[in-house]
């Protein structure tokens, strides 16, 4: 799967430990013991991942065409990360795609005129186009991918789900985010907060609600943290305009955790992370199911105990994520959805229709 030896040496690895998904990687099975390993080989990780700097020409012309239009294109994610985390230091930041966030009355437009200007879908029925398009405008955060020869682009009118309880403030975000010249050129970029919450908040989803596990978005926590940037009293206010407490609490938590694991110290204190927490905190901490995407849908607790399903030491886990696509494909909610706006899953044993 991987070219590089490292990914081949047995001592490091166990079976099916790693699966390549969304331009990431899950992480199944990581042994706590070589998790500091781990971080060593992140460049080596990142390579695999691509460097948007690579393709710098094209992101500079893509925000020529929306501003063109009348539209303000913020950079977020890894992209914005390369601005406020990456810029001053020697290396790059991976990335599997290029998100671009912009106002949800300029979502359609946005997508639109990149369509008009080379970039697909990657679908020939038209129909289905049409009707997925319309689904990832009124139900997801993001419209159907767009494809160039060299890159894959994510027009974001929403940065959560239509029906997740916790989500971002875009409108605050967009309000917010400075021009900034950078290693893409001249970009609109979240202020730091707001890009530290998004990350935050970007691993919770993923985890709690998508059952991944992708170890390199909390060297982008470490580096925050310790870079200096982070006030944590600016960064409390900036959470009044978002309804995101528990997601920053988890993130923090977990981060710390991690960071305990690896150097033997705290990453932040247990006073700043009592300020982020709700009052409930430890008690829900350790009781996060195996869930879908919607709130009234588990599947019981999870296999291990809390701290450990970082690591998912056992094969169980491996049931869960079974269970969790079987939910994509299958689960009522779903169907209903496909029925209203009238999409067949191109098939039943893949998340083809899924964008």
């Given at each position: 799967m991987f070219k590089y030896k490292t990914y081949f040496n047995k001592l490091f690895w166990s079976p099916c430990e790693v699966q390549n998904g969304g331009g990431g990687f899950i992480m199944t099975n990581l042994d706590k013991i070589k998790l500091f390993y781990l971080m060593a080989c992140n460049s080596k990780f990142q390579a695999k991942r691509g460097y948007l700097t690579d393709r710098k020409n094209e992101i500079i012309e893509i925000n020529y065409l929306l501003k063109k239009n009348q539209i303000k294109p913020i950079l977020i994610k890894g992209a914005s990360l390369l601005y406020n985390l990456y810029s001053q230091t020697l290396d790059q930041r991976g990335a599997g795609d290029l998100d671009i966030l912009v106002s949800a009355l300029d979502g359609r437009k946005a997508y639109d005129t990149l369509l008009k200007n080379g970039y697909s879908v990657g679908y020939d029925d038209m129909k289905r186009r049409e009707r997925l398009e319309i689904l990832m405008e009124e139900e997801?955060?993001?419209?159907?991918?767009?494809?160039?020869?060299?890159?894959?682009?994510?027009?974001h009118h929403r940065l959560d789900p239509r029906f997740m309880k916790e989500k971002l403030n875009v409108a605050r975000i967009i309000e917010t985010a400075t021009l900034q010249n950078g290693p893409l050129g001249e970009q609109w970029i979240p202020n730091i907060y707001c890009d530290f919450i998004i990350l935050c908040h970007h691993i919770y989803r993923h985890e709690v609600y998508e059952h991944m596990y992708d170890v390199i978005r909390y060297i982008d926590i470490f580096k925050y943290i310790l870079s200096g940037k982070i006030d944590f009293n600016l960064l409390k206010q900036e959470l009044v305009h978002h309804t995101i407490q528990y997601s920053i609490a988890y993130t923090l938590y977990c981060a710390n955790y991690l960071y305990k694991i690896i150097?033997?110290?705290?990453?932040?204190?247990?006073?700043?992370l009592d300020i982020f927490s709700p009052k409930n905190f430890e008690k829900e901490k350790d009781a996060i199911r195996c869930r879908g995407l919607f709130e009234d849908i588990t599947y019981g607790y999870w296999s291990v105990p809390y701290e450990d399903r970082f690591f998912l030491c056992r094969a169980e886990i491996m049931q869960h994520v079974s269970v969790a696509v079987y939910f994509y494909l299958h689960e009522k909610k779903w169907s209903d959805l496909f029925e209203k706006y009238k999409i067949q899953p191109l098939s039943r044993n893949s998340g083809d229709w899924y964008i």
């Open positions: 997801f955060q993001h419209f159907p991918a767009l494809y160039s020869k060299s890159l894959l682009v994510e027009i150097y033997k110290e705290e990453l932040i204190s247990s006073k700043i």
